[in-house]
């Protein structure tokens, strides 16, 4: 690829934002090349975050952050220039915000009782000790499709680690046993802190105004065409010499169909779907709507890409169950601090250094998390908001007779007070604002070899797959990391680059780690 090549975008989430960024910094190709097109209203994909005091604010999740991993994030951000320290990058930034506000939780997780649970025992049998040592040795090929309960007896899924660890990184029981082994060895620092969350760093504000905002404004500085509103409907393309070449992109904007010519030297970043797609929003009067794929364009490329070419992976896989890949979140916004003074007598932690408190016997599986304030760059110093999401949103509730996906903001609330037992006065001045999300955790569906393409998929010239839905070895889906790395990884291949990924680090082969994770296991 030359310095008059052109570089394109389909979809606006971090993967892409990420290799724009690489293409620049490491390609040498002049950022006036490189156009992103974002069918929403904002760039940032699942790393959303938008509102205001008066209308309340919103965001779908929050990811969690280490220092221990996330290799290609952190380096990647060591060049973006931070919005709020002049002088500083947005990883000196977060760094400095982690030194000041630690994470050590004293309430991860409550009972019935509103009794903070013992969490210093992970609650092991010898049985559970040994099913989780078989399966952590396992081969990918061996385990398959297995899910998790194919691996572990009914019994570990009562334990408190399967609250803390299940909740934190937001498994279900049916979900890969592949991708829980992964994660067990990804994050084995995690494992022997899982209880204080000691090892969960966190961004100074959420993860779009401290890591999308700073990431589009160097862009943007850099000459990137940063296209909102704008929805790729299909992909032109061609068989040459026996490989795959994208000639053209079919786009709707404003209503007006658009295409883009994709010429020879050209290449082509394909975010293969979303986890967030079809999501939608409620109020304090409103449900969320129900949405499927069908309202919206997120897989419908790759699925149409996919059909005939196995090298690039099979959507269905991952799409075909919303009842086993879906769950519900809610934002709150407050204007009165009684909420949050109730959580810091009750909790023992000040805002930003709890992480999640889980309700372990809550019928939808809820949890919440009181960030450092503010938690928006445009928040004002009266107001707080804080973050919540159950696994179980298809369930009755223990306080409302009916299930999350049904329930409004205001019944939402209603029954987090019931856990908390709170009176409903600290939340008189709420604003609750539901999200469902149907395909939130559709990466965690089991799957076999080959379901997910390569970045590069064999036998395609031109185009590479960003997102949570390739195959990068040893790392793990539903983290920042793995579409910055898939990013880092397409684009180096594609440009021919003399440069190494930074490999994930072998945690789970140092010698402290494994004994750390012993002792806590025998705890």
Known sequence: MNTKSKAYMVGGGIGSLAAAAFLIRDGNIPGGNITILEA???????LDGA?????????????????????????????IPSLTLPGK??????????????????????????????????????????????????????????????????EFFETPFWYMWSTTFAFQPWHS???????LLRFMLEFSRIETLAGVKRTIYNQYDSLVAPLQSWLADQGVHLITG????????????????????QCMRAGEPETYVVHDGDV??????????????????????????ADSNGWALWERLAEGRPQFGRPSVFNSSIAQAWWESFTVTLKTPAFFDQMKQFSGNEAGTGGLVTFKDSNWLM????????????????????????????????????????CNGAEILEELCGHLRFDLETVATANCIPCRMPYLTSMFMPREVGDRPLPIPTGSKNLAFVSQFVEIPDDVVFTVEYSVRAAQMAVYELLNLDRKVPPVTPHAQSHLAQFDALLKAFK
Not at 40 to 46: C, F, H, N, R, V
Not at 177 to 183: I, N, P, Q, S, W
Not at 271 to 288: E, F, I, K, R, Y
């Open 89 to 154: 990058s947005v990883f000196d930034e977060t760094m400095e915000f982690n030194e000041l506000h630690q994470s050590h939780s004293m309430a991860r997780l409550v009972d019935r009782r509103r009794a903070k649970v013992p969490v210093a025992s992970m609650g092991f049998s010898m049985q559970d000790r040994l099913e989780l040592l078989k399966l952590s040795q396992a081969t990918e090929v061996s385990l398959g499709a297995s899910r998790i309960t194919d691996c572990l007896s009914p």
């Open 367 to 406: 949890s919440i998390v009181l960030a450092f304030q503010p938690h928006f760059a445009n928040q004002p110093a009266d107001v707080q908001v804080f973050w919540g999401y159950s696994l179980f949103p298809d369930r009755i509730g223990n306080f409302i007779p009916k299930s999350m996906t049904e």
């Open 177 to 183: 046993a592949v991708e829980f082994k992964r994660y």
């Open 268 to 293: 082509v970043f394909l975010q293969n779907a979303s986890m967030t797609d079809a999501s939608s929003l409620g109020s304090m009067t409103s449900a969320p709507a129900k949405l499927t794929k």
């Open 40 to 46: 929403a209203p904002l760039l940032g994909g699942s």
């Open 230 to 249: 704008c929805t790729v409907k299909d992909i032109d393309h061609k068989l040459q010499d026996g490989q795959f070449v994208v000639t053209g992109l």
């Open 51 to 79: 509102g205001d005091p008066a209308h309340g604010y919103s965001m779908r999740g929050g990811r969690m952050v280490t220092t221990d991993n996330y290799e290609c994030t952190w380096g990647l951000y060591r060049s």
